[in-house]
């Protein structure tokens, strides 16, 4: 059933009245709406039923989300020439709890923004500038967060990128076989196995204390930086996952993303691969902010964390596949084996080129 956006709109402490509401971008976990209000000088909104199957204390979320925009805000006030309100996400108080989150009669948990206006967004890279952009945006959301005060943001999904723990469900949805499809993706299967032991190395370099927990964003996927109309980036958003990680997350999958020279569901393997120029350029965006503050070990793994983020996202997508298709929406039966695909198709194209991605974030680095 089609929500009453009118309706769940005049909950909330938006300006402007209800013109239209209509299903808007690529997320693959909320459901995300664009509401245009009558009034030319009022702004737009976007608003979003969580999932409250993958999210299980949107409180809690909603929290964390309050903190970490609060902080951007008054660390980008401080900056001469920002523009807040297009550099950061706003959320929008429920009309009668003041809580940044609603609830419906159904039980759905509600949120809302100001729509960022005349904005762009991308699937795919196509120019080394807008690489570079991306990385350096992302570095700079590291570096503000840093001194995020108090205590440490809540694990909104535990264990989100820890591929020991994934590598555990997806053995256990293989033993259990829910769907009846893991005798036709023995091939999938095996990719997955053979490299697990390889892919254990950052959670390691954790345990040994080599690498710290920062405050990383952990979806970092090309299309959750927004740019402008001069494609420069403006603001980072999907900030459900800002949460305690390791920073090899969020290089790695904007790499996984911005480097792919084809679409994460692709029908056609043989386009894809990855964009060496894009992950240079990217590189030398993020390096650009975080150089000073990472330590060796960390920018020594930073090249493999491509590699682990395309492997991670590989596994999910075939999990969820053999498990019938639980968590991610999909268009199509296989749509989550094709992804799989996809994913092991970039894998490889990246580890024909990792030297080469060595050498460049040494010469970045030094
Ligand atoms: P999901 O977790 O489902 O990916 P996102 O929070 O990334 O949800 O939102 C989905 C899409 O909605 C984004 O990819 C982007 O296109 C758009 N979007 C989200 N927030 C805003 C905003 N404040 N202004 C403009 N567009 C937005
Ligand atoms: C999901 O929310 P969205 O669509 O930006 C997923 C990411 C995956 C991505 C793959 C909370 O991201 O981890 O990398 O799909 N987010 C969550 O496209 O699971
Ligand atoms: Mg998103």
Redesign the pocket.
Known sequence: MNPDLKNIYSCFRGEGSFLSGQS?????????Y?IETAEKHCDDY?L?RL?NNIFKDIPRLQQNMERVTAHLRSKLSAIAGSDVKREC??LIEDRDTGRSWHVDEHGNFWRM?????D?R?YERVDSHHKAFEGGKAVGRFQALLSDLPGDPLYETIPDFHNIVKRLETFHKVISSDPAGRVSSAAKEIAEITRREEEMKVIIRLGEEGRIPLRITHN?T?F??I?FDTNDRAL?I????TVMPGYVHYDFGDAIRTASNTANEDSPDLSSVSMDIGIYEAYAKGYLSETKGTLNDTEKEYLAFAPKLLTYIMATRFLTDYLDGDKYYKIKYPEHNLQRNKVQITLLRSMEDQYARMEQIIKAISE
Do not use: A, M, V
């Open positions: 808007f971008g690529p997320g693959h976990i909320h459901d995300t664009r976007i979003q999932n996400l706003t923004f100001i729509f960022i206006s904005h967004s979806d996927k299309n959750n927004l603001c958003i999907d900030l459900d």
